[in-house]
């Protein structure tokens, strides 16, 4: 099993910044990418960003987060950031890490939600 901790959710003014985390602790080497995604209520999960943990470390973006949000690692400390920078109101959304094997919306391990509020 793998065990996910996110933090660093909040309520920010349009145009600001926030960075998430995302702590993982367990079997982690049984997975080789972690990923952020976001759902806003009555609708579906969204991919936001991914990072793979080969040496390339490996990036994917959602088209509408490119350019603004970019996610990272520390392999050292089992930890995963998204930098969101230039927030917009429609990025307003309970934030989800999750880890497992490749690019997928069905990873096996999820953290709890962070919220992020982004007011106009």
């Known amino acids: 099993q793998v065990q996910l901790v996110a933090s660093g959710g909040g309520l920010v003014q349009a145009g600001g910044s926030l960075r998430l985390s995302c702590a993982a602790s367990?079997?982690?080497?049984?997975?080789?990418?972690m990923g952020w995604f976001r759902q806003i209520p009555g609708k579906e999960r969204e991919f936001v960003a991914a990072i793979t943990s080969s040496s390339s470390g490996s990036t994917y973006y959602a088209d509408s987060v490119k350019g603004r949000f970019t996610i990272s690692r520390d392999n050292a400390k089992n930890t995963v950031y998204l930098q969101m920078n230039s927030l917009k109101p429609e990025d307003t959304a309970v934030y989800y890490c999750?880890?497992?094997?490749?690019?997928?919306?069905?990873?096996?391990?999820w953290g709890q939600g962070t919220q992020v509020t982004v007011s106009s």
């Open positions: 999750a880890a497992g094997r490749g690019i997928s919306i069905n990873y096996p391990y």
């Open positions: 367990g079997r982690t080497f049984s997975v080789n990418t």
